[in-house]
């Protein structure tokens, strides 16, 4: 099958623990296909022999265990073949994952301690690698039947959701090279930034939500209890960053932390750490195959990510362009606003901004091109203890008729009038 002339395809054969690792083209897709042997992407094994489809500018290694032969039919921006890899150091740590989650299944499970299965967190700088770690030891579990639990708290290149939030879902099945993380019911908390400094006491409390979800999840369910959690963390580990790793590992109770590619906060770890003796800090090799981006690509890839959302990978969801009026919607702003006016404080004092305080938004054009979240919340008071149901997009803000445009993943009204907004914004191009 396949319209492209016959001088495009090419076949790449690949020794045994060697990968290939692909940029695809900025504008034209790549076709690829295992013809012989056994290969996977980021720890989802390839189906022999069927075409996949890559869209543009994905980047992506083929690894093989035993030796594969791959065709690949069109250009790209760069292709080779590394052979090596820290490929049997991650799958190493996956085993003793397997063995903790064994251990949690079998033991009773009225034992809560010995029945929780690994909480692991990938910590490291940006462009170590984490993201792509993470999906490995997720896709990994899964082909042994278990079903962990996905942890994204990397507000600025998430891949559960739009950028902005912090999210989490169970991993059923190994994760699809092409479509990444299944949407189908992930727990979603809107942060509205896509930097922690914005409002790091509001991210803290997100995360914590979030973690006392799940925890109230697990206790219903021996099953994920059992096959754990896997966290990716933001790139930030100065500093402020640092403070908020520490804070994510106490919160979820981490008991396996991965530090990729970085001596020095694997040090600061363990030392913070050596008395905790259920907690393992394992220091891993980066991949010379992460792909490292600068801040424009990284906000290039926020913007496709939002893309993604209302219009699909490949442009194949349509979006509905909705009209409320503003009578119909509440949007609030958590933070940022002085608590009280100047003049109701003592002489002298200066207005305390609270970082959690609910600042209801009137609707004017300063929402035009601003995603917002549409919010589980069915009192004002429960905004920023609930999840979201999802986002929508403004249009169209007029004034004269009070009336807001949107586009949003569906037709009808929405699940809330409860909208968050942050300083995430977007422009549909
Ligand atoms: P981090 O989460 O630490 O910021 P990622 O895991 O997102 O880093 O990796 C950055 C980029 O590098 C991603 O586009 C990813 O697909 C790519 N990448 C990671 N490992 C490899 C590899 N071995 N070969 C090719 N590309 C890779």
């Given at each position: 099958?396949?319209?492209?002339?016959?001088?495009?395809?090419?076949?790449?054969?690949?020794?045994?623990?060697?990968?290939?690792?692909?940029?695809?083209?900025?504008?034209?897709?790549?076709?690829?296909?295992?013809?012989?042997?056994?290969?996977?992407i980021?720890?989802?094994?390839?189906?022999?022999?069927?075409?996949?489809?890559?869209?543009?500018?994905?980047?992506?290694?083929?690894?093989?265990?035993?030796?594969?032969?791959?065709?690949?039919?069109?250009?790209?921006?760069?292709?080779?073949?590394?052979?090596?890899?820290?490929m049997?150091?991650y799958?190493?740590?996956?085993?003793i994952?397997?063995?903790?989650?064994?251990?949690?299944?079998?033991?009773?499970?009225?034992?809560?301690?010995?029945?929780?299965?690994?909480?692991?967190?990938?910590?490291?700088?940006?462009?170590?690698g984490?993201?792509?770690?993470s999906?490995?030891?997720?896709?990994?579990?899964?082909?042994?039947?278990?079903?962990?639990?996905?942890?994204?708290?990397?507000?600025?290149?998430?891949?559960?959701?739009?950028?902005?939030?912090?999210?989490?879902?169970?991993i059923?099945?190994?994760?699809?090279?092409?479509?990444?993380?299944?949407?189908?019911?992930?727990?979603?908390?809107f942060?509205?930034?896509?930097?922690?400094?914005?409002?790091?006491?509001?991210?803290?409390?997100?995360?914590?939500?979030?973690?006392?979800?799940?925890?109230?999840?697990?206790?219903?369910?021996?099953?994920?209890?059992?096959?754990g959690?896997?966290?990716?963390?933001?790139?930030?580990?100065?500093?402020?960053?640092?403070?908020?790793?520490l804070?994510a590992?106490?919160?979820?109770?981490?008991?396996?932390?991965l530090?990729?590619?970085?001596?020095?906060?694997?040090?600061?770890?363990?030392?913070?750490?050596?008395?905790?003796?259920?907690?393992?800090?394992?220091?891993?090799?980066?991949?010379?195959?992460?792909?490292?981006?600068?801040?424009?690509?990284?906000q290039?890839?926020?913007?496709?990510?939002?893309?993604e959302?209302?219009?699909?990978?490949?442009?194949?969801?349509?979006?509905?362009?909705?009209?409320?009026?503003?009578?119909?919607?509440?949007?609030y702003?958590?933070?940022?606003?002085?608590?009280?006016?100047?003049?109701?404080?003592?002489?002298?004092?200066?207005?305390?901004?609270?970082?959690?305080?609910?600042?209801?938004?009137?609707?004017?054009?300063?929402?035009?091109?601003?995603?917002?979240?549409?919010?589980?919340?069915?009192?004002?008071?429960?905004?920023?203890?609930?999840?979201?149901?999802?986002?929508?997009?403004?249009t169209?803000?007029?004034?004269?008729?009070?009336?807001?445009?949107?586009?949003?993943?569906?037709?009808?009204d929405?699940?809330?009038?409860?909208?968050?907004?942050?300083?995430?914004?977007?422009?549909?191009?």
């Amino acid at each position: 099958a396949g319209s492209a002339s016959a001088s495009t395809v090419r076949q790449v054969k690949l020794e045994r623990e060697s990968e290939l690792r692909v940029e695809v083209a900025n504008d034209t897709p790549l076709r690829l296909r295992l013809l012989t042997g056994t290969a996977e992407i980021f720890g989802t094994e390839l189906p022999p022999e069927i075409w996949l489809n890559f869209p543009p500018r994905l980047k992506f290694a083929v690894f093989t265990w035993y030796g594969a032969t791959i065709e690949m039919d069109g250009a790209t921006e760069l292709d080779y073949i590394a052979d090596e890899t820290p490929m049997v150091s991650y799958v190493n740590v996956h085993a003793i994952l397997e063995g903790r989650r064994s251990r949690a299944k079998a033991s009773s499970s009225n034992d809560y301690d010995s029945s929780q299965g690994p909480r692991v967190i990938v910590v490291g700088p940006t462009d170590s690698g984490k993201s792509t770690l993470s999906r490995m030891l997720l896709s990994w579990a899964t082909k042994q039947g278990w079903k962990p639990t996905f942890v994204d708290l990397d507000i600025g290149q998430g891949s559960i959701t739009i950028p902005g939030c912090i999210a989490a879902t169970p991993i059923e099945l190994p994760i699809d090279p092409v479509e990444g993380i299944p949407l189908d019911m992930p727990l979603v908390y809107f942060y509205g930034h896509t930097t922690p400094s914005n409002n790091v006491d509001l991210y803290k409390v997100l995360a914590k939500e979030l973690a006392r979800m799940l925890e109230r999840q697990f206790t219903g369910n021996a099953e994920s209890r059992a096959a754990g959690m896997v966290i990716n963390t933001m790139g930030w580990i100065e500093g402020v960053g640092y403070e908020l790793l520490l804070h994510a590992i106490d919160i979820f109770n981490a008991n396996v932390i991965l530090v990729l590619g970085q001596e020095k906060l694997w040090s600061m770890l363990k030392d913070v750490l050596k008395n905790k003796p259920n907690v393992d800090v394992v220091k891993l090799q980066k991949s010379g195959g992460v792909v490292s981006r600068n801040a424009k690509v990284r906000q290039k890839t926020r913007s496709y990510r939002i893309k993604e959302y209302f219009y699909g990978l490949v442009n194949d969801l349509s979006p509905h362009s909705n009209i409320a009026n503003f009578s119909d919607l509440a949007v609030y702003r958590i933070g940022g606003g002085p608590q009280a006016p100047r003049s109701a404080l003592p002489i002298g004092a200066e207005p305390a901004a609270d970082p959690t305080r609910l600042v209801p938004v009137s609707i004017n054009r300063d929402l035009l091109h601003v995603i917002l979240a549409v919010s589980f919340a069915k009192e004002p008071d429960e905004i920023i203890s609930s999840n979201v149901a999802g986002f929508i997009y403004i249009t169209d803000v007029d004034i004269q008729r009070k009336k807001i445009t949107y586009l949003g993943p569906s037709a009808g009204d929405l699940p809330s009038k409860y909208l968050i907004v942050g300083t995430l914004t977007w422009l549909e191009t």
